[in-house]
């Protein structure tokens, strides 16, 4: 696995429509700072994490979760990713991979295309993340208890 990893950069978002995303800094491939200025919930996190039609994690992901039979196969196992990646790792990794590797095909969960690249984005999902801040968050403290 090829990952490129990024100087350090801050994230402002000029377009109106994307302002409801928090801006966030990247430092080497981490974003340090809680996307809330608070630390997730798990049990929330392990919740969203089986939801096959919000989170989509396991349509890729298999691990230590229900119906393992139904996990996919095509991304690393998630089982112990709380041991290799701190919880700065994890949320970038979730919130966006391809700053990572431009070429993944792990879908960028806090982040909108710009105008114009948008076309193919159905209407209502416009301009807004697939996750909110604060599932994010609920993610990295539920992907840390996988030890
Ligand atoms: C469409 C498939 C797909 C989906 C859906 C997906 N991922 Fe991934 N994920 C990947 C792939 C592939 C990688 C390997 C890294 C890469 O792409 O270079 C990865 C890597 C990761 C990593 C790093 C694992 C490691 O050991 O380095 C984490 C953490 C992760 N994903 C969490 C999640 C979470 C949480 C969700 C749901 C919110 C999710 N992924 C949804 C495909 C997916």
Same mark, same amino acid.
């Given at each position: 696995m090829l990952l490129t990893l990024c100087a350090s950069a801050s994230i402002a978002f000029a377009d109106p429509?994307? *302002? +409801?995303l928090r801006s966030f800094s990247i430092e080497g491939d981490a974003i340090k700072a809680s996307l809330t200025g608070r630390p997730g919930d798990p049990a929330r996190g392990a919740q969203l994490m089986q939801q096959r039609q919000k989170s989509l994690c396991v $349509?890729? /992901?298999s691990g230590p979760f229900a119906d #393992? /039979?139904?996990?996919?196969? @095509?991304? #690393?196992?998630l089982a112990g990713v709380?041991?290799?990646l701190t919880a700065g790792q994890l949320r970038l990794r979730i919130v966006d991979m391809k700053r990572l590797n431009p070429?993944? @095909?792990?879908?960028?969960y806090y982040g909108t295309l710009p105008n114009g690249r948008d *076309?193919? %984005?159905?209407? *209502?999902?416009?301009?807004?993340?697939?996750?909110?801040? =604060? =599932? @994010? =968050?609920? $993610? %990295?403290?539920? $992907?840390?208890?996988? +030890?």
């Amino acid at each position: 696995m090829l990952l490129t990893l990024c100087a350090s950069a801050s994230i402002a978002f000029a377009d109106p429509q994307a *302002a +409801r995303l928090r801006s966030f800094s990247i430092e080497g491939d981490a974003i340090k700072a809680s996307l809330t200025g608070r630390p997730g919930d798990p049990a929330r996190g392990a919740q969203l994490m089986q939801q096959r039609q919000k989170s989509l994690c396991v $349509l890729c /992901h298999s691990g230590p979760f229900a119906d #393992p /039979h139904l996990q996919g196969t @095509i991304a #690393p196992s998630l089982a112990g990713v709380g041991v290799r990646l701190t919880a700065g790792q994890l949320r970038l990794r979730i919130v966006d991979m391809k700053r990572l590797n431009p070429q993944s @095909i792990m879908p960028t969960y806090y982040g909108t295309l710009p105008n114009g690249r948008d *076309a193919r %984005v159905a209407a *209502a999902w416009r301009g807004k993340p697939i996750l909110t801040a =604060e =599932e @994010i =968050e609920d $993610l %990295v403290a539920y $992907l840390q208890t996988l +030890r």
